[in-house]
C-alpha cells in the first residue's frame, strides 16, 4: 500500500474517491453515495454539493448532510445483520428499500463495512446493483485497515 504523503491521499484512496465519483456520474437516478466502516463511521461519501447545479427538490438526496445517508446505511445494515441472525439466512449482501420518492440501496463489502446508495424512485434497479457490486468487487480487497485509517482521518479533517 501507498503511504498517505503530506501532499495527499495514497493511490488507494485515490482511486475509491474515483470509483465513488463514477458510481454517482455514470449510473442514471443515482443521487448521492457512501461507504460506512463496520462500526458505523463515515469512510468516503459522494460530494454533497454535486447536485447543487440542479433545482433543488424533494428528490435531490437526504435532507441533511452527507453524514444523513451514512447513518440511515449504518442503521439499515445493523438491523439486516439482526434480522438475518435471528433468521439464521446467513450473511447478509445487499438491502434495498424502496419509497414513493426514492430508493435506499445497502451492500455489504468484504471487510464488515457497508456500500450505501440513494437513488430516484424511477431508477433501474438492476443496474444499480450491478454497479454497487462492481464497485464492492473493485474497492473490497483495497479496504485494508490502513486504509480504512486514512479514510477516516480525511474525513474527520474535512468536517
Not at 18 to 39: I, Q, R
Not at 90 to 116: R, W
Request: charged fraction near 15%; glycine fraction near 12%.
Amino acid at each position: 500500500m501507498t503511504a498517505p504523503s503530506t501532499f495527499g491521499p495514497s493511490t488507494e484512496a485515490r482511486n475509491l474517491h474515483w470509483l465513488l465519483s463514477n458510481l454517482v456520474e455514470e449510473v442514471p437516478g443515482v443521487h448521492s453515495v457512501t461507504v460506512v466502516s463496520s462500526d458505523g463511521l463515515m469512510l468516503l461519501s459522494s460530494d454533497p454539493g454535486h447536485h447543487e447545479a440542479k433545482a433543488a427538490g424533494p428528490s435531490d438526496g437526504p435532507k441533511g448532510s452527507s453524514a444523513d445517508l451514512a447513518t440511515i446505511v449504518s442503521g439499515i445494515g445493523s438491523l439486516t445483520i439482526g434480522a438475518a441472525k435471528l433468521m439464521d439466512g446467513g450473511g447478509v449482501k445487499q438491502t434495498m428499500v424502496a419509497m414513493d420518492e426514492g430508493s435506499v440501496f445497502v451492500m455489504s463489502i468484504s471487510d464488515g463495512s457497508l456500500l450505501g446508495v440513494h437513488a430516484t424512485p424511477d431508477c433501474d434497479m438492476s443496474v444499480v446493483a450491478y454497479h454497487m457490486a462492481l464497485f464492492v468487487g473493485r474497492a473490497g480487497h483495497v479496504l485494508t485497515p490502513e486504509l480504512r485509517s486514512e479514510l477516516r482521518k480525511s474525513m474527520e479533517s474535512a468536517q
